[in-house]
């Protein structure tokens, strides 16, 4: 093989595996961002999970957050899950609209897929969801 078709097949070898490099270390990563329920007008409530991206949690921790957006009195709830045990977190909201998020630190393995839920809870007596949304994230 000629130097030229060398070159051109190491060109088309790192076209394949750079990207899928990426792709994996972007995933090891994790990812944060957040879930409003499906209710119309504003928002009743309002998701959150973070990986911890910035080391300001032992390895493998993570953080989940409910914030009730609404005086409508339903509360928020908010379930992350992931394929290994234990399964799924929750946290609520309860506390009235605009009083700022309710946090729980969860331990995850690093990497893992998970999905967070949110939805609107009718009461304690009624506990009822609706208004369910969710959405998939990487600890």
Excluded: H
């Excluded at 394949?16 to 329920?37: D, Q």
């Amino acid at each position: 093989m000629s130097m030229n078709k060398w070159k051109l097949a190491l060109a088309a070898a790192s076209a394949i595996i750079l990207p899928l490099t990426f792709a994996a270390s972007a995933e090891a990563r994790g990812t944060s961002g957040s879930v409003t329920t499906t209710d119309s007008g504003i928002a009743g409530g309002t998701g959150f999970f973070w990986y911890d991206g910035n080391g300001a949690q032992p390895a493998n921790k993570s953080v989940i957050g409910a914030r009730d957006n609404q005086a409508d009195g339903k509360g928020v709830w908010v379930r992350v899950s992931w394929a290994r045990s234990p399964y799924a977190a929750i946290v609520m909201d309860t506390n009235g609209a605009s009083n700022g998020v309710v946090t729980k630190v969860v331990t995850i393995p690093d990497g893992t897929p998970v999905t967070l839920e949110v939805c609107l809870r009718d009461s304690d007596a009624s506990p009822t969801l609706r208004y369910c949304n969710s959405r998939d994230f990487v600890a």
